[in-house]
């Protein structure tokens, strides 16, 4: 379920003292309902999708198979067009104690780095010629006593090209990528938890 901005701009999170230069995409919830404890348990999942094949199939797998290759083919993702090169790694802006936090792991099965490591937090973060993007993992209550992951999208787009790329690929995201990476998710979710409950 996609949430208002809100959810995630009204929260303390310390990606906004990060981000001020960057826009707020999408914010959503996670079908990953847990306790307090249950944060370290998302993100090894998160970080571990490619391994599992996971995170894409279908035609998500479809969609970002082709557009890896429209990256390799364009030059959209060269090593000169990331972090470091065309555009700073968020990590030279993190304040000491979060320099000196984990660092946490680095996705798999896309192209993210990671950023930070906190006990609710975790945001990773990717380049190409067409944008600069963070994601932000973060673990919330859900009101009814239990707890839940929470996941904000935040770009900036490099110039003209790569906002009409943002605005051409939005309804891709929303009517295909989203739902399909989204169950997938809480699918393992649930059959690790009840992998666990077993043992």
């Keep these: ?9 009204a929260r303390p999170w310390r990606i906004h003292e990060l981000t001020r230069d960057f826009h707020l995409e999408d914010v959503w919830v996670l079908p990953t309902p847990g306790g307090p404890d249950d944060f370290p348990r998302l993100v090894r999942q998160f970080a571990s999708a490619g391994e599992s094949h996971q995170a894409f199939s ?8 082709v557009r890896r290759g429209l990256g390799r083919l364009l030059g959209w993702d060269r090593p000169d067009h990331g972090l470091g090169s065309r555009v700073p790694s968020l990590r030279d802006r993190l304040p000491a104690d979060l320099r000196a936090a ?14 930070y490591l906190t006990d609710t937090e975790w945001v990773a973060e990717s380049a190409n010629q067409t944008v600069h993007a963070v994601a932000h993992i973060g673990w919330v209550p859900d009101g009814n006593g239990g707890y839940r992951g929470q996941m904000a ?13 943002m605005t051409a690929i939005a309804p891709i995201r929303y009517l295909l990528i989203y739902p399909s ?16 409950q077993d043992s």
């Design 1 to 9: 379920m996609r949430l208002p901005r809100t959810a995630h701009t």
């Design 58 to 65: 279908g035609a998500a797998g479809a969609l970002y198979a």
């Design 102 to 115: 984990p660092r946490g792991p680095n996705p798999t099965i896309v192209p993210f780095t990671s950023v």
């Design 153 to 165: 999208m935040l770009v900036r787009p490099n110039g003209l090209f790569g906002k009409a790329y």
């Design 181 to 196: 990476v989204f169950s997938r998710i809480g699918r393992r979710w649930q059959a690790l938890a009840d992998h666990t």
